[in-house]
Protein backbone atom coordinates (compact mmCIF):
# COMPACT_ATOMS: atom_id res chain seq x y z
CA UNK A 1 0.00 0.00 0.00
CA UNK A 2 2.65 2.28 1.00
CA UNK A 3 4.59 1.60 -2.77
CA UNK A 4 1.69 2.43 -3.91
CA UNK A 5 1.21 5.59 -2.46
CA UNK A 6 4.77 6.65 -3.41
CA UNK A 7 4.23 6.05 -6.93
CA UNK A 8 1.44 8.28 -7.35
CA UNK A 9 3.16 10.67 -5.74
CA UNK A 10 5.89 10.55 -8.12
CA UNK A 11 3.54 10.34 -10.86
CA UNK A 12 1.81 13.47 -9.65
CA UNK A 13 5.01 15.34 -9.92
CA UNK A 14 6.03 14.18 -12.78
CA UNK A 15 2.85 15.98 -14.58
CA UNK A 16 3.23 18.57 -12.27
CA UNK A 17 7.11 18.97 -13.82
CA UNK A 18 5.25 18.50 -17.33
CA UNK A 19 2.75 21.44 -17.27
CA UNK A 20 5.36 23.48 -16.08
CA UNK A 21 9.04 23.78 -18.00
CA UNK A 22 11.62 26.34 -18.09
CA UNK A 23 11.31 28.30 -21.86
CA UNK A 24 14.52 30.21 -21.46
CA UNK A 25 18.28 30.25 -21.26
CA UNK A 26 20.56 33.08 -20.90
CA UNK A 27 23.77 33.21 -22.91
CA UNK A 28 24.25 29.45 -22.62
CA UNK A 29 25.63 29.28 -26.79
CA UNK A 30 29.01 30.46 -26.61
CA UNK A 31 29.59 29.96 -29.97
CA UNK A 32 26.43 32.47 -30.23
CA UNK A 33 28.02 35.22 -27.86
CA UNK A 34 30.33 36.70 -31.10
CA UNK A 35 26.68 37.36 -32.98
CA UNK A 36 27.03 39.88 -30.70
CA UNK A 37 26.96 43.26 -33.02
CA UNK A 38 26.13 45.74 -35.33
CA UNK A 39 24.84 44.19 -39.24
CA UNK A 40 24.89 47.00 -41.08
CA UNK A 41 23.54 45.58 -44.83
CA UNK A 42 23.42 48.59 -47.23
CA UNK A 43 27.26 50.73 -45.65
CA UNK A 44 25.67 53.28 -44.20
CA UNK A 45 28.04 53.29 -41.31
CA UNK A 46 31.69 53.77 -41.40
CA UNK A 47 34.11 51.80 -40.12
CA UNK A 48 35.04 53.32 -37.45
CA UNK A 49 32.13 53.83 -35.72
CA UNK A 50 31.04 50.40 -36.68
CA UNK A 51 33.85 49.32 -34.78
CA UNK A 52 32.88 51.30 -31.70
CA UNK A 53 29.31 50.56 -31.71
CA UNK A 54 30.09 46.59 -31.99
CA UNK A 55 32.09 46.95 -29.18
CA UNK A 56 29.25 48.62 -26.88
CA UNK A 57 27.06 46.39 -28.24
CA UNK A 58 29.17 43.43 -26.75
CA UNK A 59 29.51 44.94 -23.80
CA UNK A 60 25.91 45.72 -23.07
CA UNK A 61 24.93 42.08 -23.66
CA UNK A 62 28.33 41.56 -21.24
CA UNK A 63 26.48 43.65 -18.54
CA UNK A 64 22.89 42.43 -18.71
CA UNK A 65 23.76 38.43 -19.85
CA UNK A 66 21.81 38.76 -22.77
CA UNK A 67 22.09 38.61 -26.38
CA UNK A 68 22.05 41.87 -28.07
CA UNK A 69 22.18 42.48 -32.22
CA UNK A 70 21.28 45.73 -33.93
CA UNK A 71 20.19 45.17 -37.66
CA UNK A 72 20.27 48.58 -39.87
CA UNK A 73 18.76 48.15 -43.38
CA UNK A 74 18.20 50.73 -46.23
CA UNK A 75 17.74 50.31 -49.76
CA UNK A 76 17.60 46.08 -48.57
CA UNK A 77 14.44 46.88 -46.30
CA UNK A 78 11.98 48.51 -48.99
CA UNK A 79 8.48 47.26 -49.70
CA UNK A 80 8.30 46.00 -45.70
CA UNK A 81 5.46 46.37 -44.00
CA UNK A 82 4.85 46.45 -40.04
CA UNK A 83 4.45 42.76 -39.98
CA UNK A 84 7.20 42.11 -42.55
CA UNK A 85 9.79 44.00 -40.08
CA UNK A 86 8.30 42.08 -36.76
CA UNK A 87 8.62 38.73 -38.86
CA UNK A 88 11.85 39.23 -40.32
CA UNK A 89 13.23 40.43 -36.97
CA UNK A 90 12.76 37.17 -35.02
CA UNK A 91 13.70 34.99 -37.70
CA UNK A 92 17.04 37.10 -37.32
CA UNK A 93 17.02 36.68 -33.57
CA UNK A 94 16.41 32.73 -34.22
CA UNK A 95 19.44 32.31 -36.67
CA UNK A 96 21.63 34.62 -34.51
CA UNK A 97 20.74 33.62 -30.73
CA UNK A 98 18.75 30.53 -30.81
CA UNK A 99 20.42 27.85 -32.42
CA UNK A 100 18.06 24.91 -30.50
CA UNK A 101 14.28 24.19 -31.07
CA UNK A 102 12.49 24.12 -27.59
CA UNK A 103 15.15 26.90 -26.02
CA UNK A 104 14.91 30.16 -26.18
CA UNK A 105 17.84 32.32 -25.03
CA UNK A 106 17.39 35.53 -23.62
CA UNK A 107 18.07 38.92 -25.85
CA UNK A 108 16.40 41.55 -27.84
CA UNK A 109 17.22 42.74 -31.64
CA UNK A 110 16.95 45.98 -32.91
CA UNK A 111 15.63 46.62 -36.36
CA UNK A 112 16.04 49.70 -38.01
CA UNK A 113 14.56 50.20 -41.37
CA UNK A 114 15.31 53.40 -42.91
CA UNK A 115 14.15 52.93 -46.15
CA UNK A 116 12.02 56.05 -47.18
CA UNK A 117 8.93 53.51 -47.57
CA UNK A 118 9.17 51.98 -44.41
CA UNK A 119 10.79 53.82 -41.55
CA UNK A 120 10.26 51.37 -39.16
CA UNK A 121 11.97 50.79 -36.09
CA UNK A 122 10.99 47.11 -34.26
CA UNK A 123 12.27 45.48 -31.53
CA UNK A 124 12.68 41.75 -30.74
CA UNK A 125 12.69 39.88 -27.46
CA UNK A 126 13.39 37.02 -26.65
CA UNK A 127 13.53 34.84 -23.10
CA UNK A 128 13.48 37.00 -20.21
CA UNK A 129 13.97 39.66 -22.89
CA UNK A 130 10.01 39.43 -22.80
CA UNK A 131 10.36 40.44 -18.99
CA UNK A 132 12.63 43.18 -19.01
CA UNK A 133 11.59 44.64 -22.32
CA UNK A 134 7.77 44.90 -21.25
CA UNK A 135 5.10 45.22 -23.64
CA UNK A 136 1.99 44.87 -21.96
CA UNK A 137 -0.21 48.12 -22.63
CA UNK A 138 -0.31 49.25 -19.17
CA UNK A 139 3.65 49.54 -19.26
CA UNK A 140 5.02 49.48 -22.39
CA UNK A 141 9.00 49.42 -22.00
CA UNK A 142 9.52 48.51 -25.55
CA UNK A 143 6.76 51.54 -26.84
CA UNK A 144 9.12 53.62 -24.44
CA UNK A 145 12.46 52.73 -25.91
CA UNK A 146 11.17 53.28 -29.55
CA UNK A 147 10.24 56.73 -28.75
CA UNK A 148 13.42 57.36 -27.44
CA UNK A 149 15.23 56.03 -30.69
CA UNK A 150 13.10 58.89 -32.97
CA UNK A 151 15.01 61.86 -32.25
CA UNK A 152 18.58 60.50 -33.00
CA UNK A 153 16.74 58.94 -36.19
CA UNK A 154 14.89 61.91 -37.73
CA UNK A 155 18.60 63.87 -37.22
CA UNK A 156 20.45 61.66 -39.92
CA UNK A 157 22.22 60.37 -36.47
CA UNK A 158 21.79 56.32 -36.79
CA UNK A 159 24.64 55.47 -34.15
CA UNK A 160 22.71 57.40 -32.09
CA UNK A 161 19.81 55.31 -32.53
CA UNK A 162 21.74 52.26 -31.70
CA UNK A 163 23.57 54.25 -28.89
CA UNK A 164 20.79 54.96 -26.67
CA UNK A 165 19.17 51.22 -27.32
CA UNK A 166 22.30 49.81 -25.63
CA UNK A 167 21.62 52.35 -22.94
CA UNK A 168 17.94 51.29 -22.35
CA UNK A 169 18.58 48.28 -22.38
CA UNK A 170 20.55 48.68 -19.36
CA UNK A 171 18.61 50.87 -17.92
CA UNK A 172 15.67 48.69 -17.80
CA UNK A 173 17.86 45.25 -16.78
CA UNK A 174 18.64 47.53 -13.20
CA UNK A 175 14.91 47.94 -13.35
CA UNK A 176 14.16 44.79 -13.22
CA UNK A 177 11.43 43.01 -14.15
CA UNK A 178 7.36 44.63 -13.67
CA UNK A 179 6.03 42.75 -10.66
CA UNK A 180 3.74 39.48 -11.18
CA UNK A 181 4.55 40.40 -15.20
CA UNK A 182 3.72 38.12 -18.10
CA UNK A 183 3.33 37.72 -21.71
CA UNK A 184 1.00 35.34 -23.62
CA UNK A 185 1.38 33.43 -26.77
CA UNK A 186 -1.30 34.42 -29.32
CA UNK A 187 -0.37 31.56 -31.44
CA UNK A 188 -0.03 28.94 -28.66
CA UNK A 189 -1.73 30.05 -25.98
CA UNK A 190 1.03 29.25 -23.03
CA UNK A 191 1.31 31.66 -20.58
CA UNK A 192 5.49 32.93 -20.25
CA UNK A 193 6.54 34.22 -16.92
CA UNK A 194 9.31 34.55 -14.00
CA UNK A 195 10.19 31.83 -11.83
CA UNK A 196 13.61 32.29 -10.22
CA UNK A 197 15.11 34.25 -12.49
CA UNK A 198 13.98 31.95 -15.46
CA UNK A 199 11.54 32.36 -17.92
CA UNK A 200 9.06 29.22 -17.78
CA UNK A 201 5.55 28.73 -19.69
CA UNK A 202 2.80 26.93 -18.62
CA UNK A 203 -1.13 26.69 -20.08
CA UNK A 204 -2.33 28.78 -16.92
CA UNK A 205 -0.87 31.59 -15.14
CA UNK A 206 -0.10 30.89 -11.08
CA UNK A 207 -2.94 31.78 -8.30
CA UNK A 208 -0.44 34.42 -7.26
CA UNK A 209 -0.55 36.08 -11.01
CA UNK A 210 -4.20 35.49 -11.23
CA UNK A 211 -5.31 36.84 -7.73
CA UNK A 212 -6.44 40.54 -7.10
CA UNK A 213 -4.14 40.94 -3.91
CA UNK A 214 -5.47 44.28 -2.87
CA UNK A 215 -8.93 43.06 -3.10
CA UNK A 216 -8.17 39.70 -1.32
CA UNK A 217 -6.72 41.49 1.23
CA UNK A 218 -9.78 44.02 2.09
CA UNK A 219 -12.16 41.13 1.82
CA UNK A 220 -9.75 39.38 4.85
CA UNK A 221 -9.54 42.69 7.00
CA UNK A 222 -13.80 42.48 6.69
CA UNK A 223 -14.42 38.80 7.19
CA UNK A 224 -12.03 38.99 9.96
CA UNK A 225 -13.69 42.07 11.60
CA UNK A 226 -17.09 40.38 11.60
CA UNK A 227 -15.88 37.67 13.33
CA UNK A 228 -14.34 39.37 15.94
CA UNK A 229 -17.84 41.31 16.22
CA UNK A 230 -19.71 37.62 16.60
CA UNK A 231 -17.07 36.28 19.02
CA UNK A 232 -17.54 39.74 21.32
CA UNK A 233 -21.15 39.27 21.69
CA UNK A 234 -21.37 35.91 22.08
CA UNK A 235 -18.63 35.99 24.97
CA UNK A 236 -20.58 39.47 26.23
CA UNK A 237 -23.65 37.23 26.70
CA UNK A 238 -22.42 34.52 28.34
CA UNK A 239 -21.95 36.46 31.69
CA UNK A 240 -24.09 38.41 34.09
CA UNK A 241 -23.44 41.79 34.98
CA UNK A 242 -24.16 43.32 38.57
CA UNK A 243 -24.66 46.58 39.55
CA UNK A 244 -22.01 47.65 41.72
CA UNK A 245 -21.62 49.81 44.54
CA UNK A 246 -20.26 53.25 44.41
CA UNK A 247 -17.13 53.57 45.27
CA UNK A 248 -18.10 56.41 48.11
CA UNK A 249 -19.43 53.01 50.18
CA UNK A 250 -16.27 52.31 50.99
CA UNK A 251 -14.60 55.62 52.05
CA UNK A 252 -14.77 56.94 55.76
CA UNK A 253 -15.45 60.63 55.81
CA UNK A 254 -13.63 61.49 58.89
CA UNK A 255 -10.35 59.12 58.40
CA UNK A 256 -9.91 59.84 54.70
CA UNK A 257 -7.62 62.78 53.40
CA UNK A 258 -6.92 63.03 49.43
CA UNK A 259 -4.13 65.23 48.28
CA UNK A 260 -3.38 66.53 44.52
CA UNK A 261 -0.19 67.15 43.32
CA UNK A 262 0.79 68.67 40.06
CA UNK A 263 3.98 68.39 37.88
CA UNK A 264 4.26 71.25 35.46
CA UNK A 265 7.17 70.69 33.81
CA UNK A 266 6.40 66.80 32.30
CA UNK A 267 5.11 66.81 28.99
CA UNK A 268 4.72 63.87 26.36
CA UNK A 269 5.12 64.03 22.45
CA UNK A 270 4.96 61.62 19.80
CA UNK A 271 6.00 62.58 16.26
CA UNK A 272 4.80 60.10 12.78
CA UNK A 273 6.82 59.94 9.60
CA UNK A 274 5.22 57.96 7.07
CA UNK A 275 7.10 55.65 4.94
CA UNK A 276 6.82 55.62 1.44
CA UNK A 277 7.16 52.38 -0.87
CA UNK A 278 7.82 51.55 -4.53
CA UNK A 279 6.52 47.96 -5.32
CA UNK A 280 8.47 48.83 -8.96
CA UNK A 281 4.96 48.61 -11.44
CA UNK A 282 2.77 46.15 -11.83
CA UNK A 283 2.28 43.47 -14.67
CA UNK A 284 -0.28 45.89 -16.50
CA UNK A 285 -2.67 43.11 -16.82
CA UNK A 286 0.13 41.07 -18.98
CA UNK A 287 2.27 41.35 -21.97
CA UNK A 288 1.78 40.55 -25.73
CA UNK A 289 4.14 37.35 -27.60
CA UNK A 290 3.80 35.18 -30.46
CA UNK A 291 5.89 32.24 -32.25
CA UNK A 292 8.28 32.72 -34.91
CA UNK A 293 8.39 30.59 -38.26
CA UNK A 294 10.72 28.64 -35.97
CA UNK A 295 8.89 28.28 -33.22
CA UNK A 296 10.27 30.38 -30.67
CA UNK A 297 8.36 33.16 -28.79
CA UNK A 298 8.73 36.53 -28.93
CA UNK A 299 7.36 39.79 -27.73
CA UNK A 300 8.55 43.19 -28.55
CA UNK A 301 6.87 46.15 -30.24
CA UNK A 302 7.57 48.84 -33.24
CA UNK A 303 6.30 52.45 -35.00
CA UNK A 304 7.73 54.41 -37.18
CA UNK A 305 9.39 57.45 -36.98
Excluded at 91 to 119: C, K, M, Q, S, W
Excluded at 161 to 182: D, T
Amino acid sequence: MCSKRIAALLAAVCCMMLLVLPASAARQYEDCIPNCRLYDEDGLISEEEAEELNQLIRQTSDNIDMYVAAYILNGSGSGMTEYDCMVWADDRYDELFNPEAGTDTDGALLLINLAPDVRYIYISTSGTGQLYYYNADENNRVDSIVDRLKTPLRNGDNGGAVREFCSQLEYYYLKGMPNHGYTKDDDTGLYYYNEGGTLVHSESLPLSYRANIPAAVAISVLIGGIAAMIAFFAIRSSYKFKKSLAASNYISNRETNFYQRDDMFIRTYTSKTRISSDSGGGGGGGGHSHSSSGGHSHGGGGGHF
